[in-house]
């Protein structure tokens, strides 16, 4: 079967979008779910650069690409597995919608089809485990919040 070119998960929170919003786009919101700590803008054009303490101090930097508030937030970052330099990415969106309980989350990760056959599954099937332990990290944040 082939690999897909795109992750997407849809969540029906139980939180206004406000508070969905300043978790997904604010440092100490994003710090609280996704990476250990991030330092940056997340302004269009600008970059955040994170680290991930569970993940061996592992370090992405997030090349923001869209900020519409409470609406849509994206960035591209560098593909898991790829070498050091590779300058191939895939784009992250984040869109959110209101719902009569909260708002509706729905990310989507694009771009896996440019990588060569040799790290498209163990990319793309670990960034599907990624997403969904990642996501669940945001929604326990969000109840605690």
């Known amino acids: 079967m082939p690999i897909p ?11 206004p979008q406000e508070k969905v919003w300043a978790a997904l786009t604010t440092l100490d919101g994003i710090t609280g ?5 991030a330092d ?7 970059d955040v650069r994170m680290r ?20 849509v937030f994206a960035f591209s970052w560098g593909i898991s597995g ?20 909260g708002t509706r989350l729905t990310v989507t990760e694009s771009g896996f089809a440019q990588l060569p ?9 670990g960034n599907v485990q990624g997403w969904r332990s990642e996501l669940d990290e945001l929604v326990a944040y969000l109840d605690a919040a």
């Open 5 to 15: 070119n795109t992750i997407t998960r849809t969540l029906d929170l139980a939180h």
């Open 33 to 37: 779910w996704f990476g250990s700590d």
């Open 40 to 46: 940056g803008e997340m302004t269009p054009g600008h």
């Open 52 to 71: 991930w303490e569970q993940y061996d101090d592992g370090k992405r930097t997030l090349a923001i690409k869209v900020v519409d508030p409470m609406s």
């Open 82 to 101: 790829a070498p050091e330099g590779d300058p191939r990415q895939t784009y992250v969106e984040f869109a959110l919608e209101p719902t009569a309980s």
């Open 117 to 125: 056959d040799e790290w498209l599954e163990p990319s793309y099937q």
